[in-house]
């Protein structure tokens, strides 16, 4: 059983370029979520999905889009990448439920130069 | 504003010790806590969940308190070992906030043996 599974691991990336980090789960959680986590600032909610067909946006949604047209998987996109989002995203899926548990990825370490 | 606060300060301890790390909180009103293990260049592992009528929850050798009054969780373990070593992080759901956690920075834990 995968889980949660993230591709790229690392990417070095230009200032300006577009990048798509890839996420997909085998659990068919119908919640999944973006993180990116930063020295000092913990993990911060990017965007999530409750459900296949809509996305809302979380803390720092700025500069990042969503889509989730199915229920497996969860692209998260930078348009135009910015040395600042320079850091380590985390893809999850949540189980059925308020109190479900959270599934995490390996994580995509990204630098932005 | 709101704030998850746990100790950034890392916290060493002999193995076979009690490790107790503390997340606190302000401007919340979480229906229930959540605590994970994150090992370096993984993604976060769910250990345990409190609800918020709640004042204890054990699993094996791991223990959560949470008390909403003084607003803060408590995780310990118990006979601590080396492969404790590891972040731990804490996580609140709001009511209102529908499917959402918000994360705690973490305290690195190092068990020695």
């Known amino acids: 059983i995968a889980g949660i599974t993230q591709a790229p691991t690392s990417q070095i990336l230009a200032a300006g370029r577009r990048m798509t980090l890839r996420c997909t789960q085998d659990?068919?959680?119908?919640?999944m979520y973006w993180y990116r986590q930063d020295l000092g600032l913990g993990l911060r909610l990017i965007h999530y999905?409750?459900?296949?067909?809509?996305?809302g946006k979380g803390e720092v949604p700025d500069g990042y889009s969503v889509s989730r047209a199915n229920t497996d998987d969860f692209p998260l996109t930078l348009a135009s990448a910015v040395p600042s989002q320079t850091s380590v995203y985390f893809c999850?899926?949540?189980?059925?439920?308020?109190?479900?548990?959270?599934?995490f990825g390996e994580g995509s370490r990204l630098t932005v130069l | 504003s709101q704030k998850i606060e746990q100790n950034s300060e890392a916290l060493n301890i002999q193995e076979g010790k009690t490790a107790t790390l503390t997340c606190n909180y302000t401007?919340?009103?979480?229906?229930?806590l959540q605590w994970y293990r994150q090992d370096p260049g993984r993604g976060p592992v769910f250990l345990l969940l409190?609800?918020?009528?709640?004042k204890e929850k054990r699993k094996e050798r791991l223990k959560v308190t949470f008390d909403t009054t003084l607003k803060q969780s408590l995780f310990h373990i118990t006979a601590s070992q080396p492969a404790d070593s590891a972040t731990y992080l804490c996580?609140?759901?709001?009511?209102?906030?529908?499917?959402?956690?918000?994360f705690g920075g973490g305290t690195r834990l190092m068990v020695k043996p």
């Open positions: 659990m068919r959680h119908n919640a």
């Open positions: 401007n919340y009103s979480p229906a229930y």
């Open positions: 999850a899926s949540k189980t059925s439920g308020r109190a479900g548990e959270l599934f």
């Open positions: 409190i609800r918020e009528n709640e």
């Open positions: 996580a609140l759901d709001e009511a209102w906030a529908g499917n959402m956690l918000t």
């Open positions: 999905s409750n459900t296949a067909g809509t996305t």
